[in-house]
């Protein structure tokens, strides 16, 4: 009996498929976490969707950008996925409204007592320890998850606020909230994010770390699972688990086992070279 968590998918189901097969997964005993990203970009959106859903409660998935991407396209501007090479199927798919809507039921953060695992898809601000991350995922999820969710998607995007402050409401409150579990990479000391910055440290504004570097973060007592990041590689040490090593892009598709430490990684030819998606980052 395994958990493997995968780093992001992003469409690339023929490579999962390799990949589980290297594995030698077994649904009947084995468990899949993934960090995100399933879809966007790479050739089989759909297919992965479908697969990860099939496998009901044996596998977890956080939210990432690009699905909550293509959730929000999906109920505020669905005619315009028709002009994506990677959702277009999606679009287009008799299934379509069940797969947005377990997708939509997805958290936005996994803890593991047992296993003593957390998994997000981009980060965790350095104001946040587990439970006020823990807190802040739940009302995101109860927004996404609310009757009023449609209102919300169509007015979700935008990179203010950008630092945390406890008196954070509403719409607001839940904004930082997403773009701190989906989209950062850097902040300052204080906790401000940056989002213009993708590349691997050394290349980004002095002021700014990774934000697993941030002094005195409050969740550095914890072992945290988290993608988004290609550049990075692989980069595992002093309870981060960086595990996108970039297969969208003829990197790797990378298996992270929580047992054991075991590091399994499949060999991508690329679908996407730079620049082709327009697509939220």
Same mark, same amino acid.
């Given at each position: 009996?395994?958990?493997?968590? #995968?780093?992001?998918?992003?469409?690339?189901?023929?490579?999962?498929? &390799?990949? @589980?097969?290297?594995? *030698?997964?077994?649904?009947?005993?084995?468990?899949?976490?993934?960090?995100?990203?399933?879809?966007?970009?790479?050739?089989?959106?759909?297919?992965?969707?479908?697969?990860?859903?099939?496998?009901?409660?044996?596998?977890?998935?956080?939210?990432?950008?690009?699905?909550?991407?293509?959730?929000?396209?999906?109920?505020?501007?669905?005619?315009?996925? +028709?002009?994506?090479?990677?959702?277009?199927?999606?679009? +287009?798919?008799?299934?379509? =409204?069940?797969?947005? $809507?377990?997708?939509?039921?997805?958290?936005?953060?996994?803890?593991? *007592?047992?296993?003593?695992?957390?998994?997000?898809?981009?980060?965790?601000?350095?104001?946040?320890?587990?439970?006020?991350?823990? =807190?802040?995922?739940?009302?995101?999820?109860?927004?996404?998850?609310?009757? *009023?969710?449609?209102?919300? @998607?169509?007015?979700?995007?935008?990179?203010?606020?950008?630092?945390?402050? %406890?008196?954070?409401? $509403?719409?607001?409150?839940?904004?930082? &909230?997403?773009?701190?579990?989906?989209?950062?990479?850097?902040?300052?000391? !204080?906790?401000?994010?940056?989002? %213009?910055?993708?590349?691997?440290? $050394?290349?980004?504004?002095?002021?700014? @770390?990774?934000?697993?570097? #941030?002094?005195?973060?409050?969740?550095?007592?914890?072992?945290?699972?988290?993608?988004?990041?290609?550049?990075?590689?692989?980069?595992?040490? +002093?309870?981060?688990?960086? #595990?996108?090593?970039?297969?969208?892009?003829?990197?790797?598709?990378?298996?992270?086992?929580?047992?054991?430490? !075991?590091?399994?990684?499949? *060999?991508?030819?690329?679908?996407?070279?730079?620049?082709?998606?327009? !697509?939220?980052?």
């Amino acid at each position: 009996m395994a958990t493997y968590a #995968i780093g992001d998918i992003q469409g690339c189901y023929d490579e999962l498929q &390799a990949l @589980l097969e290297k594995l *030698d997964f077994n649904p009947g005993n084995d468990s899949l976490w993934f960090t995100g990203d399933l879809v966007n970009r790479g050739p089989k959106s759909l297919e992965t969707l479908r697969f990860v859903k099939g496998l009901g409660d044996k596998a977890i998935t956080v939210l990432g950008n690009h699905d909550l991407h293509l959730i929000a396209t999906w109920y505020t501007n669905r005619d315009s996925l +028709n002009r994506s090479h990677s959702l277009r199927a999606i679009n +287009n798919a008799s299934d379509g =409204d069940e797969l947005i $809507g377990w997708l939509r039921h997805q958290p936005l953060l996994h803890h593991d *007592d047992t296993l003593g695992f957390t998994m997000v898809h981009a980060g965790l601000p350095p104001q946040w320890d587990l439970k006020l991350a823990q =807190d802040c995922a739940t009302e995101v999820e109860a927004v996404l998850q609310g009757a *009023d969710y449609t209102q919300f @998607l169509a007015r979700m995007y935008g990179n203010e606020p950008n630092i945390w402050n %406890d008196d954070l409401q $509403g719409r607001e409150r839940i904004r930082f &909230a997403i773009n701190a579990f989906t989209r950062m990479r850097y902040c300052t000391a !204080e906790g401000r994010l940056e989002f %213009d910055h993708k590349e691997a440290p $050394g290349k980004q504004p002095t002021s700014y @770390l990774p934000w697993f570097e #941030i002094p005195r973060r409050k969740s550095a007592n914890m072992q945290i699972i988290f993608g988004h990041w290609s550049t990075l590689e692989l980069r595992l040490g +002093n309870g981060i688990h960086a #595990i996108d090593t970039g297969c969208l892009w003829g990197g790797t598709l990378t298996a992270f086992c929580l047992e054991n430490g !075991e590091i399994v990684s499949l *060999d991508c030819p690329g679908t996407c070279p730079p620049g082709l998606s327009v !697509e939220k980052d």
